[in-house]
């Protein structure tokens, strides 16, 4: 049963600390997404990555927030220093190569991170 | 500025009554819109999806219809379960090298039994 993983699935942690999110990808996708949800935006796209290359993070706050796939099989999303309005569900979603995905995304069960 | 308006937030409705759900967009451009359900902490799953070209898609008790002219579509749910209690995103998409969903907001369900 080929589904997305996620780490950690609960973050609580201070204002000013680094926190790191992974994302292990359905085995074979080549196109990876971020996303965030809070209950005011909704669901809002951060970036995404095709064949491990960046092609959008126009979502996301550049100054504390980045996004890498070191390899096919890890997406990474860490926010340094984290604040309070960072404070939301945190989704990764694959989708299969070959023909537009576009209909195909995947989601991971979330991490939900809390900043005090 | 919102592309995807998606009303209402919340519904609830008896078993075996109808859900509707309705969105509306701007974007001319967008050619693909699917449907997502969310069950508490869970991400959310593709549901069903429609092309423009079409104006109704059926799958068991869930039905999309587009209008668009009016550059609208709905999700009806018919003879709704408490199972399908659940968050309901519709969204869209412009089918091109990019691949970036627009979502509505969300809209709660409640099925009552």
């Known amino acids: 049963d080929a589904r997305v993983t996620q780490t950690p699935r609960d973050k609580v942690t201070e204002m000013g600390q680094e926190v790191t999110m992974r994302c292990q990808p359905i085995l074979g996708h080549n196109t990876v997404f971020w996303y965030r949800q809070t209950m005011m935006q909704g669901l809002e796209l951060l970036a995404y990555f095709r064949n491990r290359a960046p092609l959008d993070d126009s979502g996301m706050p550049k100054d504390r927030f980045s996004a890498e796939m070191p390899d096919a099989t890890l997406a990474t999303l860490k926010i340094q220093p984290s604040e309070p309005r960072d404070s939301a569900v945190y989704f990764c979603a694959s989708g299969p190569s070959g023909t537009p995905s576009y209909n195909e995304q995947f989601f991971g069960p979330g991490t939900r991170l809390t900043v005090l | 500025q919102q592309q995807v308006k998606q009303s209402p937030q919340s519904l609830i409705v008896q078993k075996g009554g109808i859900s509707i759900i309705n969105c509306a967009y701007e974007?001319?451009?967008?050619?693909?819109f699917p449907w997502y359900q969310q069950f508490p902490g869970k991400g959310p799953a593709l549901l069903i999806a429609i092309r423009p070209d079409v104006s109704e898609k059926k799958e068991g008790r869930f039905t999309i219809s587009f209008n668009k002219s009016a550059k609208q579509f709905s999700l009806h749910i018919m003879d709704s379960q408490p199972g399908d209690s659940a968050t309901y995103f519709c969204a869209a998409i412009k089918r091109s090298r990019s691949e970036k969903l627009v979502f509505g907001k969300g809209t709660k369900l409640t099925v009552n039994p």
């Open positions: 974007n001319t451009a967008f050619d693909y």
